[in-house]
């Protein structure tokens, strides 16, 4: 069985119709990794943080556990666990682990296939998304992840590695109170604890993006000081250079566009001039090199 067969066979739980993403979560995660260093393990205790944002965001309502991808994925061949003795993977327990040390990756026969395969990477991330997530939902996934599709993996040892995406939109989402610098828009789900992701209450921000005032494929960094928190609307705006900054962070509004409806007004014309909104007063605004 091919490497892409394993990956579009990945055994999920599953009840009344509705399928858990666990598995290519941990996946799209750990390609992610392999992308950033193809040498790393990822040690549980490290990012059992990360895997629990990935599941309160993009997995069931139901209250669920990191540990449960962590440890199941490697039935299907495609993920290994060590732990500090050098076992198997001690289980779904927490506390085993934490404490034993595990750490997990891809399958050698798979990170070997990579390795020889660069493309390979894209392919199955590619099928990972298309398989279990939403059109709509694959550019947040794969920054969450720290993927970079756009890249051509055949000059890996050239291009720039992405490293931090998922923990930049973090940083940016908190530094702007989880609302639209532009609008102030700032949407969210209310659900469970297991839910949550950052919002008091169980609040998951829905419709919110870290966007890179200067793109990062142009050498902008992956850091607050380049990043504003934009609805998707206005994300898109901004990266199409309908809006834009001024040395003083107001709102531009290109003299190229042109919209009659009342809603083109109210959500770009209007927007003219205006300040945009935070951050908080102890984050770092827009550098002004990244405005220039």
Known sequence: MGWAERVRTLRQWSQNGERAPHKPLLMLYA?????????????????????????????????TSAAYPFHHLVNDGVWEVRTDAGEGSPGTALG??????????????LRDALT?????????????????????????????????????DGARGTRRIRHGAAEMRERVLTAYERRCAFCGYDGAIEGTGGRARGG?????????EAAHVRWWAFAGPDDLSNGLCLCSLHHKLFDKGVLGLDGKRRILVSRQFTGRSEAAHAY????????VLGP???SAPVADEHID
């Open 31 to 63: 390609l992610g990794r392999f992308q950033q260093d193809a040498g790393d393990a990822l040690r549980f205790t490290e990012v059992e943080a990360d895997l629990k944002r990935l599941l309160a965001e993009y997995g069931p309502r139901r209250p």
């Open 96 to 109: 085993a682990l934490r404490a034993s040390g595990a750490a997990g990756r891809l399958a050698p026969g």
């Open 116 to 152: 020889a395969d660069p493309a390979l990477l894209g392919r199955l991330a590619q099928l990972l998304l298309g398989q279990h997530f939403a059109p709509s939902l694959h550019p947040d996934l794969a920054d969450a992840v720290g993927l970079d599709l756009t890249a051509d």
């Open 200 to 208: 008091a209450g169980g609040r998951t921000p829905v419709g919110l």
């Open 268 to 275: 770009v014309l209007r927007l003219g001039g205006r300040p």
């Open 280 to 282: 908080r007063a102890d």
